[in-house]
């Protein structure tokens, strides 16, 4: 009897140690596929801080913005406005006072509330006499800002602006902390779906993702993710071939795109962006003082050209500072139209039967270098030297070029979408004055009435590719590569950045 049972329990023993090894068997396919939770992510340009509240660069929003940080509202991937800190909002009949109605349960990534309080504390920040905010000119057209409540922020401006709410969106205006702001360039903390964890410069920042997140129905599906800083484009090509990078969304060199196409891991997407491609003179400085001379050059250039060689076909021609994404587009590049015979022409005219020699300051992004070289053999059609000269982009540009205005030409690609007020500020680096644009401008913030506000935007695209301060080239498209089992990044880029929060991969 005994026998029985001990030979019963040695069976029994095996099979529940075979069935196990079954059942382990099944699930072991299931636990290999697994869908992954990191993601590394390629940029060619590193961010000089990490805080878009205080620096111009796009690649500082391309890391932070709508990942660690968030504003009162946010732009979609259709370039729509929409709530995010701000749940809702009111306007006044006169369009002076704007009520946001804010989100309540909040917090920052160090555990310190969101509020109004906070929500002025920002804004104010951005407006102060000190602040080096790179959208400082919006925030000085608030005439003030009340938190009457924890969930009320109400913004009054000194006059009606219709943009307010767009510009709120831009990575310059996200929410910041009290307590953390001043450290947000190195070590920022924000309300977004990501937390910093590290930044190893000169090669990459991590995140991971907020358990804490306060939109619960937004919960990212990626746990970590690594940006890595590759300038170089056979570089990044080896790396997403090799797997090292999982995804570039904006790849720098279009001419490798098609070795690409052949590869079962990889898809390539190409979509819009709002990165005009402009060769910014400065109007102060002869001979770029005269009207005739800038015109000159822009007869001496042919577009489609420069758009074949620099960027393998891949972009549109432009003649203003304005993209066709953009609401009132006009298609100017007829205005001054190529035409060498007629440049040269207009040249002597000015005074330079001759021509003259000037230094185009181009930084190393791909697209700067190509197109000056093409520029400059078309120059010398017209009897003009152009000299070209790397500048490391973007500490010496900014400081040479954007601070200083110490330069003749250079090149470089705009990115804020409908930016094409820059010509209007004062300081900026065309030095370019126009009393009559600036009117037109003025007229878009004051009516709100949209088929007006084409129109007028149709008026100042006219005025620029009249005067020509700056060579309008083309726009680039958003040429992206990435592993085929992902999904959630943006085809289309109405603001330069890498929103995360959808991203996650294909089981």
Known sequence: MTRMFSARRRLFKASAVAGLILFSGLLAPHSAFAA?????LGMSVEPTGLDPTIAAPVAIGQVTWANVFEGLVTITEDGKIAPQLAESWDISPDGLTYTFKLRKGV????GEAFNAAVAKFSLDRARDAQSVNPQKRFFAQIDSIDAPDEARLVVKLKQKNSSLLYWLGWPASVMVAPKTANDNKTTPIGTGPFKFVSWAKGDRVELAANADYWDKDAKPALDKVTFRFIGDAQAQAAALKSGDVD????????????GFKDDSKLTTVIGNTELKVVAGMNNDRKPFNDKRVRQALMMALDRKMIVEGAWSGLGTPIGSHYTPNDRGYIDLTGKFGYDPSKAKALLADAGYPNGFSFTI???QMAYAPRSAEIMQAMFAEIGVTMNIEPTEFPAKWVSDV???????????AHAEPMDIDIYARDPYYFHYKN???NEVLQQVEATTDPGEQEKLYGQAQTILAEDVPALYLFVMPKLGVWNAKLTGLWKDEPIPSNVLSKVRWKD
């Open 361 to 363: 300051k181009t930084p």
């Open 247 to 258: 995804a570039i969304p904006e790849f720098a060199a279009p001419e490798l795109m098609e």
């Open 36 to 40: 992954k939770t990191s993601l590394v």
């Open 107 to 110: 917090t920052f990534h160090d």
């Open 435 to 437: 009393p009559a644009f």
């Open 402 to 412: 954007f601070k200083a205005g110490d330069y003749d030409m250079t090149i470089v």
